[in-house]
Nanobody, 115 residues
Framework: QVQLVESGGGLVQPGGSLRLSCAASRNIFSIYTMGWYRQAPGKQRELVASITSGGTTNYVDSVKGRFTISRDNAKNTMYLQMNGLKPDDTAVYYC?????????WGQGTQVTVSS
């Protein structure tokens, strides 16, 4: 079973930046679509950004131009660079790997944007 471990969350002021990392226990990027989801208190989990095995990226409208998803195949690690953070970005962020009906999840990392 592949393990996904997120890191990089924390408290940041509005307008600040964070970079989240998702380390996979083995190389799955060549076959899985990887993504970052987030869930704020009282809200449904939403897909923030994704990157396919072919490298195609997709973003939810609310983060376009501010967040960038990327991966380092040699390190089995995916990233989410978050710039221009807003209080509405406050949530637990989860790493996800998806292949047809198979979905793998990390444990989540808290991101809090507050002054």
């Amino acid at each position: 079973q592949v393990q996904l471990v997120e890191s990089g969350g924390g408290l940041v002021q509005p307008g600040g930046s964070l970079r989240l990392s998702c380390a996979a226990s083995r190389n799955i990027f060549s076959i899985y679509t990887m993504g970052w989801y987030r869930q704020a208190p009282g809200k449904q989990r939403e897909l923030v950004a994704s990157i396919t095995s072919g490298g195609t990226t997709n973003y939810v409208d609310s983060v376009k131009g501010r967040f960038t998803i990327s991966r380092d195949n040699a390190k089995n690690t995916m990233y989410l660079q978050m710039n221009g953070l807003k209080p509405d970005d406050t949530a637990v962020y989860y790493c996800n790997a998806r292949l047809t009906i198979t979905a793998l999840w990390g444990q989540g990392t808290q991101v809090t944007v507050s002054s």
